[in-house]
């Protein structure tokens, strides 16, 4: 289901990158082990404001349909191991924590405004 109404903004494009990083970081988490395996995720701060950046150049305010920037880049280890694995289950533990809580906050703020939307609807 796609969410296309501007009052919406771009919570659609939100979610999926968050969907997309929290996979990212389960990888990460999943092959902590794996010899050789680099550590990979996506900036979700610098994508938005390449997001917001590319709709304000829109000058319409239009939304913004591919979000620029959303191309896992590996993250830079704190100490590396031997084997050439850059995962460090603790730094991913605490990505994955903070992109879940952001996730939800997306999943609030649209439940809120569809509700806002029902409640006007309803005429209540």
């Known amino acids: 289901m796609a969410i296309t109404d501007a009052s919406f903004g771009i919570q659609e494009q939100a979610l999926q990158l968050q969907r997309r990083r929290l996979e990212l970081i389960a990888a990460n988490i999943a092959n902590a082990d794996t010899p050789g395996f680099q550590a990979r995720d ?33 993250r830079v280890p704190l100490q590396p191991a031997v084997d050439g694995n850059t995962v460090d289950v603790q730094v991913e533990q605490g990505q994955y924590a903070d992109a879940a809580l952001r996730y939800q906050a997306s999943l609030n703020f649209l439940d809120g405004k569809i509700k806002s939307l029902m409640t006007a609807l309803s005429g209540q």
């Open 42 to 74: 996506v900036d979700f701060r610098k994508v938005l404001a390449d997001a917001q950046n590319a709709t304000a150049a829109a000058g319409d305010g239009s939304l913004v349909q591919n979000l620029p920037g959303a191309t896992p880049q590996y």
